[in-house]
């Protein structure tokens, strides 16, 4: 037998293809997937919402509490504070002894204005104060001081007045 040349043309060599086992090119071989695709955490909130109607869970992990941006001032923090008191006695010496009002006051007579929060707590405590002194049968010496000097000068003198005769049968 003679010796062939080595060519790179290929001739007829094993079976001839025929239009059953030629693969069309759009068919593709299913692969099998091991694991989560790429992003999983992200698109699962869309594969829930493809089958039935569930409740969409917030695929992020931690606390879902709102953080405040803004940081409050410490002195607001100490008004919500409320103080409950056994006698209304107990609660009027508290209100006189309040440091806060007595700061407050202090800048009202010597004429500074104050802010509005701080002149809503002084309206409140001396109305208040005003309510517990009524209460408590408290007046101020004052205005009842200059009353009383009157009346009592015109009881001596009714007093001294009478005629003794007149009550005697």
Do not use: W
């Not at 493809?50 to 923090?77: A, F, N, T």
């Not at 002194?133 to 001294?160: A, P, R, W």
């Amino acid at each position: 037998m003679a010796r062939q040349k080595k060519s790179r043309k290929v001739g007829k060599i094993g079976v001839a293809k025929t239009s059953s086992n030629v693969r069309k090119p759009t068919e593709k071989r299913v692969k099998k997937h091991l694991g989560k695709p790429a992003g999983s955490r992200n698109s699962e909130a869309l594969t829930d919402s493809q089958g039935p109607k569930k409740v969409v869970k917030d695929p992020r992990h931690g606390s879902k509490k709102p953080v405040s941006l803004i940081v409050e001032s410490s002195e607001h923090r100490t008004v919500s504070k409320k103080i409950k008191y056994f006698s209304p006695s107990q609660e009027l010496a508290a209100i006189e002894q309040d440091p806060r009002l007595a700061s407050l006051l202090n800048k009202i007579e010597q004429g500074k204005k104050i802010a509005r929060e701080d002149q809503q707590y002084v309206d409140h405590t001396l109305a208040r104060h005003k309510v517990l002194c009524d209460l408590l049968g408290i007046s101020n010496d004052d205005e009842n001081h200059d009353v009383s000097t009157k009346q009592e000068v015109d009881l001596f003198s009714q007093f001294e007045s009478i005629d003794i005769n007149d009550f005697k049968d």
